[in-house]
């Protein structure tokens, strides 16, 4: 009898890969685009959290 973990594998062996072109921008033009940045963390953080974590990139 299969179990869990085989029939997951087997649902995955049928699956068809996905096609994926790289941008034709430089990796560096990107990279990071869509990470939690200053201007979100001053939106979503405290004043004082936000000011002990910019001090912590910018200090060590």
Avoid: C, H, I
């Avoid at 430089?26 to 936000?50: D, H, I, L, P, Q």
């Amino acid at each position: 009898m299969p179990t869990v973990r085989f029939l997951a594998l087997e649902e995955t062996m049928g699956r068809k890969p996905k096609n994926f072109e790289a941008p034709g921008t430089r990796v560096s033009e990107y990279f990071g685009s869509r990470v939690f940045n200053r201007k979100a963390m001053r939106e979503y953080m405290t004043s004082e959290a936000f000011k002990a974590v910019v001090d912590a990139m910018d200090n060590g």
